[in-house]
């Protein structure tokens, strides 16, 4: 595991220097995690992190999904410095690689006829709003509780509601104008019939739909197929473009996306976090005619531009992932262990006596701590009790273990996870929540 410069500053030191620059010392929100606070990382390799305090963990948080292979990945690392040592940024024109991804992109993902590139998530599902509302000539965005699409102004609320916010609009920032807000209706995740009522309602003025195949941002929704079914006849019926964002759920969990395993095609996709197995990149695809509409096509009205865009280096991780997760068995691999994961898992839970449900998809999973059934609706996670969420995970750092200590959180599981990895983590979680319950 190869180590970053801190030297033998201890973690605390360099988080308190990081904080008189940097406000917060960290450079994202959701970073600085309470009880983590002095968290400074200093090398990754495939399952396994390290830091500056000398303690080592086996990752299930993954940075929040995208190295689907593990961490520094050697086929990505070696293309992207190839790419680094032979090719710059040139910023005008097009290069060879951005050519084969956009190939390969429009051949995996069924809804995908044009591609643009983008460097993250975010500016791909502002570019997809921006361009809806540029075919459509209308005004107002749907959106689902519980779903996150990134940090600009319209998507910025109804992530993770307090009860009381939830039916109203929850921004997750000050600063945004309420108009912008009130152009973005938030439904029920799951809920067929609210979706038919906002479209019999406001169908006319609705320029697009966006949405999380599977919610991801709290953990783990699976979509009833009838849902996203619905969601695809009420926009085409309106005239309305239909986005799936699949950030998350993109290459995780298929190659072709969620659009590939529910059959469901949007007009728009989005993609970012694991093309690209950690490299910043993401993309907005779909239908030809909505994509031309982008500028980059002379005279064509909605502004696309981004000076990083299609960065060689970035583009060649893409490419050596998506060759890996074609040419090795790295579905299988990680939906195997996910399984193991969520049926040892509940059976803990049950032995422990714990009310508990584990659900996710593939290499996702997440262990709610409710009665009842797998969660399908942002409702019924506000049963979900946060303290022992919360209080399992920290325990888990003792063994080695992280998961992100934060209510809600998903976690993942990597193709440079093993066998061993997961009875680790069912025997340390055993301990977690046995301490946390003898608290
Ligand atoms: N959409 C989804 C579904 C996401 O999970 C995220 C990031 N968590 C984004 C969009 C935004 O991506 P980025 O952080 O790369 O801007």
Redesign the pocket.
Known sequence: MSSGPVGNESGARLAERARQVVPGGVNSGQRSVPGLTDLVVTGTDGARFRTADGREYTDFHSA??PPLLGHNDPDVARATAEAGATLGHMGVGVTEGEVLLAEQLTELIPSIEKVLLTS??????FHALRVSRAATGRRLVVKFQG?????HDAVSLNVISAPEKVGGHDPISTGILPEVLEATLVLPFNDSEAVRRAFAEHGSDIAAVIV?PVP??VGALLPYQEFLTTLREETTKAGSILIF?E??TGFRHDIGGWQKISGVTPDLT?L??AIANGAPV?AIGGRADLMDLFSTRPGAPAFFAGTYNGHPSVVAAALATLRKLREEPVHEHVFRLGERVRTELTGLYERLGVPAVVTGYGSVFVSYFMPGEAPRTYADLLNNDASLFVGYRRKLLDHGLFELPLNLKRSHISYAHTDADVDRLIEGTEAAVKAVLAD
């Open positions: 929040f999904g993250t998530g975010s500016e791909a599902t779903c996150y699409h990134g940090w999380e991801h941002n964002d950030v998350i989005t970012g976090k993401g």
